[in-house]
């Protein structure tokens, strides 16, 4: 079974008369472990795919399942607690508090499933490493480079040990050369068997993943599939 | 979510803002210290009152006086007896619910002189020795006179310290004290004795500042020394008018000042007033219709006699010290809601500032009701430090407010009004985040996240 099963998902929204389908009747399966990227134009619809994905919004048709669990009509906690203990997300724009550290930056999401303050800092501490910040831990985000701020991001992504992580545009905000390590960092977590999910209107960056969806007008465009491509034996 | 954690989140932000805080906080601190001494004003002001009511002899003391006879009996006034000596016996006989009984001979517009000093007392009083324990005298030198005393007519007084001041001079003026026993004075050219002295009677207050003025150095006076005449106030007047006590036995009253004055020989057996304590505060009606019955009885039903108690004054003191703790509390309390809109007002500016933040903690799993705790707890750790501000601020208030118009009572801030002062901060503070934390709970987590 399928890690993210989503099944003749819609979104529309109404201005005033008007219907806006911004997603429109979309079918995907993504497995546990794979590296995949969303790229369409900005207004293709890819944000709010992904805002379905990751619990931030439901759709207004069709059924989506996360790691085995049906989220229909679920309630707004339920769909926090989802986003608390499965989901991890990095952001264009880091999305650090300022007045956090590095450390009680990436502490913040056990803070909401209640982990003990020291089995906290013990994750965070090694989710730091995992991304080679460990040095950072008590800088403030404004006292970081884009690219370390966006590694710290990535370790609070990770530090609930989520089954799926969504990346928007996370090399965005970032000069080229960060950037490609940013995607490198990616690629290791990927190797490690991370199952993460990159969102960019730029092709340069989805030609990294092995597997490209391109979203456009709401409908899922083309795919690259390196099994259907023939491109992986296994 | 952990308390500890949103509570010290709280505290995080507003260390974050201090400026601003602070100045969030001034109001709930000029709320709550305003609060606190007001109920310190008041309770002064009760205090000075209780003081008062307990030297003048408390609420049970009622006292007989002779009034005029009423319409009705006019054609009986020549038979009216007035108040005498057998009133009191009838009273100790008849009236159970009566306790104690003083009677009581005055004589005003006295002269008392001693070696060239003279002392004008309100009054001279002539009584038994159950008015020490009538108006809570205390005798501090020497004893009261006895029934002996009493009985054999004895020429002995008991003085005050104002008289004794007057007489012998003040110890602040003469620096020690003169305790006048065994010497005589002049009462009316009639030489007394004295063989007791009461001790002196102040206020808290006054005996606080006189104990400060005397641990002033020698010579720090400004300008010439001038009298400040009897009693500062109202209060001070009737412990003035106390320590001017000068008692001498009943017989004594009545044998050598009513025979010489009467127009006959027989001296002239009426009484000023007479004095008694009811057994039980609670029956106070029922005891004065027993004594108007009595009295009505030896008074040949002649009602030329009228009660007179405490009641009148202290229920007008009572109002007046509810009128001030009320408008007093609603000023106070009005000052708590303002600081309370101003707590409303910075809350919602800061969600304003922070909608990003909040759309973050969502995404990664804030639930709706961990973010409106959040709001609420800082608004309510505003309120809770600038209440514990206030009620430290509260002393330096009741200083200022004594320091620009002195009382003759000390306000007292009681421990009561700081918790009452506390909570309602508290409250003040859950209320003004309410609606802050509920816009903020209620925010969409994609709309939070792209807000510029």
Not at chain 2, 148 to 155: F, H, Q, T, W, Y
Not at chain 2, 338 to 366: Q, W
Request: with cysteine.
């Amino acid at each position: 079974m399928a890690l993210v099963e989503l099944r003749n998902i819609s979104k529309i929204y109404y201005v005033g008369d008007e219907e806006i389908r911004a997603l429109d009747d979309i079918t995907l399966d993504i497995q546990s472990g794979e590296f995949i990227s969303i790229i369409g134009p900005s207004g293709s619809g890819k944000s709010t795919l992904m805002h379905i994905l990751g619990c931030l919004d439901s759709p207004t048709k069709g059924t989506i399942q996360l790691d085995g669990t049906l989220l229909h009509n679920a309630s707004p906690a339920q769909l926090a607690a989802f986003r608390n203990r499965k989901i991890g997300f990095v952001f264009q724009f880091f999305n650090l508090l300022p007045k956090l550290n590095v450390l009680q930056n990436i502490e913040l999401p056990m803070v909401y499933s209640s982990v003990p303050a020291r089995e906290r800092k013990e994750r965070a501490l090694n989710a730091l490493k995992m991304v080679g910040m460990d040095n950072r831990a008590k800088h403030r985000p404004l006292q970081l480079s884009g690219g370390q701020q966006q590694r710290a991001a990535i370790a609070r992504a990770l530090v609930n040990n989520p089954r799926i992580v969504f990346a928007d545009e996370p090399t965005g905000n970032l000069d080229s050369r960060t950037g490609e390590a940013i995607l490198d960092l990616f690629l290791q977590l990927s190797r490690e068997g991370r199952t993460i999910v990159l969102v960019t209107h730029d092709p340069e960056i989805a030609a990294v993943t092995p597997r490209r969806i391109e979203i456009r007008d709401g409908k899922i465009a083309k795919t690259l599939d390196p099994k259907l491509a023939g491109l992986e034996t296994k | 979510m952990n308390l500890w954690i949103t509570i010290s989140i709280g505290f995080k932000e507003i260390w974050a803002h201090k400026f601003r805080s602070l100045l969030t906080m001034l109001g709930i601190i000029l709320g709550v210290s305003s609060l606190v001494a007001m109920s310190a004003l008041v309770k002064g002001m009760e205090n000075g009152m209780r003081e008062a009511l307990i030297a003048i002899g408390g609420l049970e003391k009622v006292r007989v006086e002779a009034q005029e006879v009423p319409a009705y009996q006019e054609h009986l006034a020549d038979q009216a007896v007035g108040c005498t000596i057998n009133d009191v016996y009838a009273l100790q006989h008849s009236a159970p619910l009566v306790k104690l009984i003083t009677p009581e001979i005055d004589l005003y517009r006295t002269t008392v002189s001693r070696q060239g000093k003279y002392f004008n007392p309100f009054v001279v009083a002539g009584t038994w020795p159950s008015a020490v324990e009538m108006n809570q005298h205390v005798v501090q030198y020497g004893r009261m006179f006895n029934d002996i005393d009493d009985s054999n007519a004895r020429s002995v007084c008991v003085i005050g310290t104002a008289t004794r001041d007057a007489l012998f001079g003040a110890p602040d003026d003469i620096g020690h004290e003169i305790i006048p026993l065994g010497d005589r004075i002049n009462i009316n050219g009639q030489l007394f004795t004295i063989i007791g002295m009461f001790k002196h009677y102040e206020s808290e207050q006054a005996r606080l500042e006189r104990e400060l003025e005397k641990n002033q150095p020698a010579g720090t006076s400004k300008g010439s020394a001038r009298s400040r005449g009897h009693g500062h106030s109202s209060g001070g007047f009737v412990f003035w008018l106390k320590n001017a006590t000068i008692y001498i036995p009943l017989n004594t009253m009545w044998i050598k000042f009513r025979t010489a004055t009467g127009t006959n020989n027989i001296p002239d057996p009426r009484l000023s007033s007479l004095t008694f304590k009811i057994a039980d505060i609670n029956r106070m009606d029922t005891a004065l219709q027993q004594a108007h019955n009595v009295l009505m009885h030896t008074h040949n039903q002649i009602e030329d006699f009228a009660f007179r108690t405490m009641e009148n004054w202290s229920e007008n003191i009572t109002a007046a010290i509810k009128n001030a703790r009320l408008s007093g509390g609603i000023i106070a309390a009005i000052s708590l809601v303002v600081g309370g809109i101003g707590i409303m007002n910075i809350m919602f500016a800061s969600i304003t500032e922070r909608i990003r933040e909040i759309g973050l903690r969502k995404a990664i799993g804030a639930t709706t009701f961990s973010i409106f705790i959040q709001i609420l707890v800082e608004s309510v750790v505003i309120a809770v430090i600038g209440g514990l501000a206030g009620l430290l601020n509260s002393y330096g208030l009741v200083k200022l407010l004594t320091a620009l118009s002195p009382t003759n009572n000390a306000p007292q801030i009681t421990f009561v009004a700081m918790l009452v002062a506390f909570a309602f901060s508290a409250g003040v503070g859950v209320v003004a985040g309410l609606l802050p934390a509920l816009k903020a709970a209620r925010l969409d987590p994609i709309e939070a996240l792209r807000y510029e």
